[in-house]
């Protein structure tokens, strides 16, 4: 999760048009990382983000960069379920 190979797709998300949200895949997960604990899996998860709702415009990046080490909440969308 978080790797240089992550990218937004919002094509992939349902389109809600009152709540618009950028989808970033999960590509990997850390063994024993948080994710990994949260239940996160590569592939079929994608974290649901709205960069003008949650931060003020700021990048999914800087809010891991900024909260590393720290418990921050996520949506998390499941292909599966």
Do not use: C, W
Not at 27 to 40: C, L, N, T
């Amino acid at each position: 999760m978080g790797n240089s190979d992550s990218h937004p797709t919002p094509q992939s998300l349902p389109h809600d048009p009152s709540d618009p949200q950028i989808g970033y895949r999960v590509v990997s997960v850390d063994k024993g990382s948080p994710a990994e604990k949260a239940g996160i899996e590569a592939q079929i998860d994608f974290i649901k983000y709205n960069p003008y709702k949650d931060s003020n415009g700021r990048n999914l990046s800087d809010i891991f960069l900024e909260n590393e080490g720290k418990e921050i909440t996520l949506q998390v969308y499941n292909l599966i379920q």
